[in-house]
């Protein structure tokens, strides 16, 4: 009588591995503490020459009914003929995939398989993770492909599913493997795009689930660097074009050419991308070879997918295609990802009112639709915004003194002689900013670009310390009018190599006694300590003597691994509210010192800004701390400013005895009872707010709990009318004292004053022929923030400058988390004033308002002038989407329009509006502005501020 035959597992594991003794224990467990228990593992080694065979045959030995061991008989240099002998050999029911330097999730087995089994689907999709082993910052791979649990009959119901192309995030029926001989390419890199398309066409049906199934390593310092990262190799690109035709092929095998599109578009999107990354730094022979190896298959993609691409990916291809070597370097100049340095060094044009890439190519219809970028707003945007970079392009010296000359675009040419601008070249040590030198640079400024040189004596001005201090940025600051930018400057090596600065460290030239330039690994150029004198060398040469002895050795390895691991985990949210919670919040407050936000720090205005200048005017002794979120540019001079979520933020937080803000300070932050917290808050409520909001009401108890405590930090909220305590106060659950003053920001438009400020902003918008003004402000809508275009406007422009554009100018104010960009051909009668920090200017310089449902109908309102709101989407965003409080038909001050041809028509009669809606003007204000009497900043200075003044 034969026994009988054991049960097949589950699940088959099938590990890869080469030269990876240090990690393949750490995969192979993470098998073995899979919660499924019926599952096996097999590791196929590509005959690997270090101590991985001992390592994996010691785990047999400790597991020989789960692990066995595979051995290749010589190395393929590819992952599919390993993975390929790993499927021929597993006995399981299903089959996954890991890499020797990856996990798997503890119950990736089980979810998987109960997936499998409930959808009947050939093979199942889980949530990769990208683990930063440097930083251990975790990002979600293809995000939006796993949101939720999903089962798919065929590719053709998400096309998308051919952007992810990884093996490993997935579980296959291993007879559906067999039954169409799915294999992996066992000759080519890629293997697994192949593969996973193959397996997406053939599949009956494809099966996702949200959870986390597979932790994607990433160490890209790592000795043995991925050979499918190594992407600038001829070799890479090769293969991927060669695998990338096999799939076309698939495509048209399986009656699939409908998926073409979508293919192309993801080898624009990512797999050229990828290629071309870095192509400007390097050498020019190099980027030919990979720009020509790409070439012939890119005419063969469809004038669609370009015109559909994301705009950069999509220029760099058709660049790339055109053989326009030179553009496609400045596309991925400007979109290269972290750790590398972005930066613009395109000549962007307008041409026909629009604002192309560069003037090649504009004689194609093709060249003109993918070289379009006026949507990026690129002709908008501030200095500090746009990503400039300059060029070292030669550094002379004459004796003691050193010449460093180099230039950067001029963006349209928007920086003129007329404009003054001001430059100077800063080096700032690299870890902790505390030593900074700078220089002045002269310019030259021409159209297209702009030059600058600094001439300076090193020694006299480079003083590091020595030792704690080796390393220091280079930088070009830029200062035009109000607006700055800090350039981030690159170099050929030969000018790299010649950026030799002699230095006069403080612990004497024993230490070092030259900065010489490198470059990082971000891309742009830096200077370290160096030692090149007689002194130096021997000073160095005895330090590093002292280090290459045993205990200095390891002394030394023990200080760079624990001055590396504070880096990393000072940078970490934890790390930052630990300090916060232990440190910050037990120093002592600082009296009188108070911290100012506007919109999370995104600008100087609003209410908190009129506290702060009403305390200046009344001559309060006080220690101003303004918060800026990316770019101190606009925010005052005179007060300390911190970076929102830096170091010094926290700790100002911590020690202030005053918060001001219009929005909400972070809420993970603890405010300390001797603080008190003034919230002026942003707008009255026309629209659900808080927990009243169906979002908030969906959150999970967790999530509310979180936010209410948030609230409950208020000791003072500021509310205009009583409609706000009905409504927004107890939608909030606001529990803190409410200062039934109005809101500070408002007493411009009550009591005028700012003739200066307003006068110059006039003049900055180019307002002084006598034209009314109408101002667009509308409200906040999420889909915007993400959309690539941002603002899009729900009338027709172009008839608005037919109609109006000779007597009116239009200011566009999106929301302050929402881009928009405006066209060049609309300059004469439409401006974007998206950048300007305070709105209550631009509304006292406005004869009208058109607007939604934004709160700015309230503060408007003061001024008695004609106010429309354009509402197209009415029915949606007050019935499904929003909610509100009122109806806005019947108490609305201005007609309602909701179609472009109405708001034209209610433009055209402004003064109509005026008369007619005059007492609905005055009814809106005593309903929901009873408190705004011009009165407000000083109340809350009086208050709070003034000698003897009460806090609570």
Request: charged fraction near 25%; proline fraction near 5%.
């Amino acid at each position: 009588m034969t026994s009988p035959q054991p049960r097949p597992p589950d699940v088959t594991v099938v590990v890869i591995v080469y030269n990876d003794a240090a990690r393949i224990e750490t995969a192979v467990r993470s098998v073995l503490n899979q919660s499924l228990r019926s599952h096996e593992v097999i590791v196929c080694d590509d005959h690997s020459t270090d101590g991985t065979q001992a390592v994996v045959e010691r785990l047999v030995a400790e597991h020989p009914d789960v692990v066995r061991y595979i051995r290749l008989e010589a190395n393929s240099g590819h992952c599919g003929a390993p993975r390929n002998r790993g499927v021929a050999a597993a006995r399981g029911r299903f089959i996954m995939f890991l890499d020797s330097d990856d996990t798997l999730d503890p119950h990736a087995c089980r979810n998987m398989v109960a997936m499998a089994e409930q959808s009947h689907a050939d093979m199942v999709i889980g949530r990769c993770i990208r683990h930063d082993v440097a930083t251990g910052r975790e990002t979600s791979w293809m995000p939006w492909l796993v949101q939720s649990k999903v089962v798919y009959e065929s590719l053709h119901d998400q096309p998308e599913l051919l952007y992810d192309v990884l093996s490993t995030n997935k579980l296959y029926r291993h007879d559906f493997l067999t039954r169409e001989n799915l294999v992996f390419l066992e000759d080519r890199l890629y293997e697994d795009n192949l593969f996973s398309a193959h397996a997406y066409l053939a599949a009956k049906k494809i099966a996702i689930i949200p959870q986390r199934i597979y932790t994607w390593n990433i160490e890209r310092k790592a000795a043995n660097l991925s050979i499918t990262r190594r992407a600038a190799d001829i070799r890479n690109i090769t293969d991927r074009i060669i695998v990338t035709r096999k799939i076309d092929d698939l495509l048209t095998k399986h009656d699939a050419g409908d998926l073409r599109l979508q293919k192309d578009i993801r080898f624009i999107e990512n797999d050229l991308r990828v290629h071309l990354a870095r192509l400007g730094t390097l050498p020019e022979e190099n980027q030919r070879a990979l720009v020509d190896a790409a070439r012939p298959y890119l005419e063969t993609l469809q004038p669609e997918a370009f015109r559909q691409a994301k705009p950069l990916p999509a220029m760099a291809a058709y660049l790339a295609r055109q053989g326009d070597y030179h553009g496609v370097a400045t596309v991925h100049d400007y979109m290269v990802g972290k750790p590398f340095q972005p930066h613009l060094t395109a000549d962007l044009v307008v041409h026909d009112g629009r604002v192309y890439w560069s003037d090649r190519h504009l004689d194609d219809e093709l060249g003109r639709a993918v070289l379009d970028v006026t949507e990026l707003g690129l002709q908008d945007r501030p200095l500090s915004k746009l990503r400039l970079g300059g060029r070292i392009d030669s550094v002379h010296r004459d004796g003691e003194l050193v010449t460093i000359a180099g230039s950067f675009v001029n963006p349209l040419g928007r920086i003129t002689v007329e404009s003054a601008p001001k430059a100077q070249l800063v080096f700032s040590e690299r870890r902790s900013k505390r030593r900074v030198f700078k220089t002045r640079a002269q310019l030259v400024v021409d159209e297209q670009r702009i030059g600058w040189t600094v001439a300076f004596e090193p020694e006299k001005l480079l003083r590091p310390v020595g030792l704690i201090d080796p390393n220091y940025s280079v930088r070009l600051h830029l200062a035009v009018g109000t607006d700055s930018a800090d350039l981030a400057l690159f170099a050929e090596d030969e000018v790299t190599d010649a950026l030799r600065l002699p230095a006069r460290p403080k612990l004497t030239r024993l230490t070092a006694d030259l900065l010489q330039g490198y470059r990082t690994d971000s891309g742009n150029v830096a200077l370290r300590l160096d030692a090149d004198g007689s002194a130096a060398k021997l000073g160095t040469a005895a330090i590093s003597g002292v280090r290459n002895t045993s205990i200095g050795s390891r002394a030394w390895e023990r200080a760079a691994e624990l001055q590396t691991s504070l880096r990393q985990r000072r940078n970490k949210r934890a790390t930052k509210l630990s300090w916060y919670e232990n440190v910050f919040l037990r120093m002592p407050v600082k009296k009188g010192t108070v911290v100012f936000e506007s919109h999370m720090g995104k600008q100087f205005s609003d209410s908190p800004r009129a506290i702060y200048e009403e305390m200046k005017r009344q001559g309060i002794k006080f220690t101003p701390i303004w918060v800026y979120a990316t770019h101190p540019t606009g925010f005052p001079s005179e007060a300390k400013l911190v970076k929102r979520n830096s170091w010094a933020y926290l700790q100002a937080l911590g020690q202030a005895e005053f918060w001001i803000d219009n929005q909400g300070f972070p809420h993970d932050l603890r405010k300390r009872p001797e603080t008190t917290y003034i919230q002026t808050w942003h707008g009255s409520a026309f629209k659900k707010m808080g927990f009243d909001e169906a979002t908030i009401k969906a959150q999970t108890e967790q999530s509310q709990q979180r936010l209410q405590r948030a609230i409950d930090r208020f000791d003072v909220f500021l509310v205009r009318s009583e409609h706000d305590v009905r409504t927004l106060t107890q939608g909030m659950r606001v529990g803190a004292e409410l200062l039934r003053v109005g809101y500070p920001r408002n007493d411009a438009l009550v009591n005028g004053g700012n003739e200066a400020e307003v006068a110059k902003l006039r003049k900055s918008l180019g307002l002084a022929d006598g034209r009314k003004v109408v101002l667009y402000a509308p409200t906040f809508r999420p889909e915007e923030v993400n959309r690539k275009s941002g603002l899009q406007l729900p009338f027709d422009l172009d008839e608005f400058v037919h109609r109006f554009g000779d007597d009116a100018v239009l200011l566009v104010r999106p929301h302050y988390l929402v881009s928009f960009a405006l066209p060049p051909a609309y300059g004469h009668s439409v401006r974007n004033v998206g950048n300007v920090h305070d709105v209550t200017p631009l509304m006292q310089i406005s004869d009208a308002l058109i607007t939604d449902y934004s709160s700015l109908m309230f503060d408007y309102s003061l001024l008695d002038r004609p106010m429309i709101f354009h509402v197209p989407d009415y029915d949606d965003y007050v019935g499904s989407s929003r909610g509100s409080y009122f109806d806005l038909g019947s108490i609305a001050p201005g007609p309602l329009t909701r179609t472009s041809e109405e708001l034209i028509a209610a433009l055209s009669d402004l003064d109509g509006n005026a008369s007619a809606y005059s007492g609905k003007r005055r009814e809106f204000v005593a309903q929901y502005g009873e408190f705004d009497t011009g009165q407000a900043a000083k109340a809350v200075v009086d208050r709070f501020f003034r000698s003897g003044a009460r806090r609570g």
